[in-house]
């Protein structure tokens, strides 16, 4: 079974957010794999399927973004299933740019309160991320957490969005050949 944890928080307030941005992905890929649609099972949306063979699980943690690391109750203790193979988190990422993304097999969570608590429930930093660019505020005086918890600009939006298909391709890569091939072919310097 591969995972894909999408990290988020739930409610109309949040659902537009930057912070939101692998939710979207998330939904992208749901469609283009012809899942059907998320469904609340206990504390997180899951929809899940199979796709060129594998059994694939893509969930929505419902408990907010500090608290991601809850959605893997039950995967855990899974027999076969490895998190430094077969999860990867979807992730807002505030050093890279709208349209942006970057696979990485492991590492710190960089700050980043939804990392630290799925980094906190494997009690590892190894499995993959997947981190999505939205962008970081011009203006060094603008709160970082108000920033990600807003509305991207609209072009800001139309840029991540128009990378989602590339992004597909990458998830596609990960799920066929692994992190380190997807690293090679997708990321960008």
Same mark, same amino acid.
């Given at each position: 079974?591969?995972?894909?944890?999408?990290? $988020?928080?739930?409610?109309?307030?949040?659902?537009? #957010?930057?912070?939101? &941005?692998?939710?979207?992905?998330?939904?992208?890929?749901?469609? =283009?794999? /012809?899942?059907?649609?998320?469904?609340?099972?206990?504390?997180?949306?899951? /929809?899940?399927?199979?796709?060129?063979? =594998?059994?694939?699980?893509?969930?929505?943690?419902? #408990?907010?973004?500090?608290?991601?690391?809850?959605?893997?109750?039950?995967?855990?203790?899974?027999?076969?299933?490895?998190?430094?193979?077969?999860?990867? *988190?979807?992730?807002?990422?505030? &050093?890279?740019?709208? $349209?942006?993304?970057?696979?990485?097999?492991?590492?710190?969570?960089?700050?980043?309160? $939804?990392?630290?608590?799925?980094? $906190?429930?494997?009690?590892?930093?190894?499995?993959?991320?997947?981190?999505?660019? *939205?962008?970081?505020? &011009?203006?060094?005086?603008?709160? =970082?957490?108000?920033? *990600?918890?807003? &509305?991207?600009?609209?072009?800001?939006?139309?840029?991540?969005?128009?990378?989602?298909?590339?992004?597909?391709?990458?998830?596609?890569?990960?799920? /066929?050949?692994? *992190?380190?091939?997807?690293?090679?072919?997708?990321?960008? /310097?």
């Amino acid at each position: 079974m591969k995972l894909l944890i999408a990290l $988020g928080n739930p409610g109309e307030r949040y659902r537009d #957010t930057r912070h939101n &941005a692998g939710w979207w992905l998330a939904d992208h890929l749901v469609n =283009r794999w /012809s899942f059907g649609r998320f469904r609340r099972r206990g504390r997180v949306a899951e /929809s899940a399927g199979r796709h060129e063979g =594998r059994d694939i699980a893509v969930l929505k943690p419902l #408990t907010f973004m500090n608290r991601s690391g809850q959605a893997l109750r039950g995967f855990r203790e899974l027999p076969g299933w490895e998190p430094d193979t077969d999860l990867l *988190v979807l992730v807002d990422d505030l &050093a890279l740019e709208p $349209g942006r993304f970057r696979l990485r097999g492991s590492g710190s969570a960089g700050g980043h309160n $939804g990392l630290l608590s799925i980094e $906190g429930a494997l009690r590892s930093q190894q499995y993959a991320r997947f981190r999505i660019g *939205v962008g970081a505020p &011009a203006d060094r005086d603008v709160d =970082r957490a108000d920033w *990600v918890l807003s &509305a991207p600009r609209p072009d800001q939006e139309e840029g991540i969005l128009a990378g989602f298909d590339l992004m597909s391709e990458a998830v596609e890569c990960w799920l /066929s050949e692994g *992190v380190e091939t997807a690293m090679n072919r997708f990321n960008r /310097s």
